[in-house]
């Protein structure tokens, strides 16, 4: 009998009272098991390892990984290398808690830039985003994150007492507030201007303009350019 030599068709074969094909996952499942013992150990922990990266789904975990298996030795390895210095040779800058290989970072480390002026983001890439209008010359300071309850993110958890203190013993004039637009952006925003407050600098914050729930760092030079001039102080 065909079915007992094909037992997947078998199921497939076999109908609902509806009438749909019925799709047992039985056979599959064995298939499935089987396939993953013949995967080699170093190749499951890889596509593991990228599979925890944001936006990696498993499908595209495993195309990396079969794709660096194809690839020549020099483009893993290039991979490899990069991948250790990168946690090797960065560090917070001391300053603006930006990513930098030297402490002070360029930025704070520059007679160009107005140090009385701070633009406070929540990560290096909105940082990025804002030097890419061209328009900037003031400094910056890193949060590192938003105040989120609902991921349990507190102000203890972000740079803030940094940025208060640094406000306090610099002659800081302004802090644009520059956290993205939304519910997380709006209440770090809020708690900022509050925790400022007393320290007399004049706070401000991003006009609209910038989608809201969008990312700072998705946003075109343009837009992100006039958010910036049309800036109103909170409070
Ligand atoms: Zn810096």
């Given at each position: 009998m065909v079915w007992a030599i094909f037992p997947v068709l078998a199921v497939f074969s076999a109908r609902r009272p509806n009438?749909?094909?019925?799709?047992?996952?039985?056979?599959?499942?064995?298939?499935?098991?089987?396939?993953?013992?013949?995967?080699?150990e170093p190749v499951t922990k890889l596509v593991e390892a990228f599979s925890r990266l944001p936006g990696v789904g498993p499908k595209t975990a495993?195309?990396?990984t079969y794709y660096l298996?194809?690839?020549?030795?020099?483009?893993?390895?290039?991979?490899?290398?990069?991948?250790?210095?990168?946690?090797?040779?960065?560090?917070?800058?001391?300053?603006?808690?930006?990513?930098?290989?030297?402490?002070?970072c360029p930025v704070c480390a520059s007679s160009e830039r107005d140090a009385s002026l701070i633009a406070v983001v929540e990560e290096p890439l909105d940082l990025m985003a804002l030097e890419r209008t061209g328009i900037y010359k003031g400094q910056y300071h890193v949060?590192?994150?938003?105040?989120?309850?609902?991921?349990?993110?507190?102000?203890?958890?972000?740079?803030?007492?940094?940025?208060?203190?640094?406000?306090?013993?610099?002659a800081v004039r302004e802090v644009i507030v520059a956290t993205n637009p939304g519910m997380e952006g709006d209440a770090t925003a809020m708690y900022l201007q509050r925790e400022l407050?007393?320290?007399?600098?004049?706070?401000?914050?991003?006009a609209r303009g910038l989608p809201t729930g969008g990312d700072l760092e998705y946003v075109d030079s343009v837009t992100l350019m006039r958010a910036l001039e049309g800036r109103s102080e909170l409070g």
């Amino acid at each position: 009998m065909v079915w007992a030599i094909f037992p997947v068709l078998a199921v497939f074969s076999a109908r609902r009272p509806n009438g749909l094909p019925r799709f047992e996952s039985r056979p599959f499942g064995r298939l499935e098991k089987t396939m993953n013992s013949a995967i080699p150990e170093p190749v499951t922990k890889l596509v593991e390892a990228f599979s925890r990266l944001p936006g990696v789904g498993p499908k595209t975990a495993s195309r990396l990984t079969y794709y660096l298996l194809r690839a020549s030795d020099d483009v893993s390895i290039a991979l490899a290398l990069a991948l250790t210095n990168l946690k090797e040779q960065t560090r917070f800058c001391s300053m603006c808690f930006n990513i930098t290989v030297e402490d002070p970072c360029p930025v704070c480390a520059s007679s160009e830039r107005d140090a009385s002026l701070i633009a406070v983001v929540e990560e290096p890439l909105d940082l990025m985003a804002l030097e890419r209008t061209g328009i900037y010359k003031g400094q910056y300071h890193v949060l590192h994150g938003a105040i989120s309850p609902v991921s349990g993110v507190g102000p203890d958890d972000l740079k803030i007492r940094e940025l208060v203190e640094r406000v306090k013993t610099g002659a800081v004039r302004e802090v644009i507030v520059a956290t993205n637009p939304g519910m997380e952006g709006d209440a770090t925003a809020m708690y900022l201007q509050r925790e400022l407050s007393a320290t007399g600098v004049v706070t401000t914050r991003l006009a609209r303009g910038l989608p809201t729930g969008g990312d700072l760092e998705y946003v075109d030079s343009v837009t992100l350019m006039r958010a910036l001039e049309g800036r109103s102080e909170l409070g």
